[in-house]
């Protein structure tokens, strides 16, 4: 009984017509089938977890990677200051911060990091005194529209 189940299965699938969407079209000559595909963006920034400002001038690098859409740029930006406070009360020291590099469109973005697609941040500031200082610097990664100007 089992075996004639199987069969009788097996036949109703050869005979049965596959399910046609409701955008399935029903045609009786040649045609053409439109082809579509979607494919989000993605992008990454390797970055320093952080950065020995004891120096004077310090540089540091963000190097980025992905497959962006042709409207959307990736841009790494921070503020153009950030504060450094003594943990015994110490004058606070004002960082200057400037970068270069960027924003990055589809077209300069490379698939995996390398050592020429980097926004390069220049963090400068007085001399410090003895302490121990310590302060955060916020870098803002972002994905937008393209600029007319680009």
Do not use: C
């Not at 980025?64 to 406070?85: E, H």
């Not at 020291?93 to 590099?101: A, K």
Request: charged share 15%.
């Amino acid at each position: 009984m089992k075996k004639l189940v199987i069969l009788v299965l097996m036949l109703m699938a050869m005979v049965m017509p596959a399910s046609v969407a409701a955008e399935d079209q029903e045609v009786s000559a040649d045609t053409t089938v439109a082809l579509i595909a979607q494919r989000t963006s993605t992008y990454f920034a390797s970055l320093p977890i952080s950065v020995d400002v004891l120096n004077n001038s310090v540089d540091f690098v963000v190097k980025v990677k992905g497959d962006i859409t042709a409207d959307k740029q990736l841009n790494i930006t921070s503020g153009s200051t950030a504060t450094l406070a003594d943990a015994l009360g110490r004058n606070n020291v004002t960082v200057n911060v400037s970068h270069s590099g960027g924003p990055f469109t589809y077209d300069q973005l490379p698939a995996d990091y390398n050592e020429s697609d980097i926004v390069t941040f220049t963090l400068t500031h007085s001399t410090l005194g003895a302490g121990t200082y310590s302060g955060t610097l916020p870098i803002t990664i972002s994905l937008d529209n393209v600029s007319s100007g680009s």
